[in-house]
């Protein structure tokens, strides 16, 4: 499967523990994303990759979230002390960099993350 | 700031009708660039199209075909002959200029499709 990979599929955890997720790109992708999506709403974008570097994090990723692309290949997002409005869908996106024309991005199938 | 509005939330249809959705836009770039992706209830977002903002021709994929008018700041998408398969969420969203240089998209709130047989 050459697809965008997101692990885990589901995760329930309770209020306060940290959770991480895992994200395989598309291998010879080197631009990768990171979006929540809630119910009933688009996703919203949280941070972007190129390579190893973080490039851009959005206002929504506060101070309890952390991500990282370590080897400029698969990234970790991780929630620290997990409130319930983190519930949400984490989704995972792929691009390669065409040339300085932006190309579609490949989606995962997500992470849904449900706080108790 | 950038922005994408699809006004209609949901929209149920028999099989076989014809259905347009919505998506109107806001940019203070003069380019850019507009997709339109299909999440069915598995959860992962498929793409189906993307337009930069010079290319105002209208594109017709088998079923499906799209509008772009930028005068009224709008990406419509049409379904032919709707089937249940079609049935599912679907986004327009917004992509930065390429100068920036991020390809980060800009979501709207998505507009459910429901096909009845």
């Known amino acids: 499967d050459t697809g965008v990979s997101q692990d885990p599929r589901h995760k329930i955890t309770k209020r306060g523990q940290n959770v991480t997720f895992r994200c395989d790109p598309i291998?010879?992708?080197?631009?990768l994303y990171w979006y929540r999506q809630t119910l009933g709403q688009g996703p919203e974008f949280l941070t972007y990759f190129q390579n190893e570097a973080q490039l851009e994090k959005s206002r929504l990723l506060s101070d309890r979230f952390s991500a990282e692309r370590p080897k400029g290949s698969f990234s970790t997002l991780e929630i620290q002390r997990t409130e319930q409005g983190d519930s949400a869908m984490y989704l995972c996106?792929?691009?390669?960099?065409?040339?300085?024309?932006?190309?579609?991005?490949?989606f995962g199938q997500g992470t849904r993350l449900t706080v108790v | 700031a950038q922005k994408v509005t699809q006004a209609q939330t949901e929209i149920s249809v028999v099989e076989k009708e014809d259905v347009t959705l919505d998506c109107v836009y806001e940019?203070?770039?003069?380019?850019?660039?507009l997709f339109w992706y299909k999440q069915p209830p598995s959860g992962e977002l498929v793409f189906l199209i993307r337009r930069n903002s010079f290319d105002e021709q209208n594109e017709i994929s088998g079923r499906y075909s799209w509008n772009f008018q930028k005068s009224t700041s709008s990406f419509n998408f049409t379904i032919t002959a709707s089937q249940v398969v079609d049935s599912a969420v679907y986004f327009c969203a917004l992509s930065e200029a390429p100068s920036s240089n991020t390809g980060k998209l800009i979501f709207g709130q998505g507009t459910t499709l429901q096909v009845k047989p």
């Open positions: 996106a792929s691009s390669p960099k065409g040339r300085g024309r932006n190309t579609e991005a490949f």
């Open positions: 291998s010879e992708h080197n631009r």
């Open positions: 940019t203070r770039d003069t380019t850019y660039y």
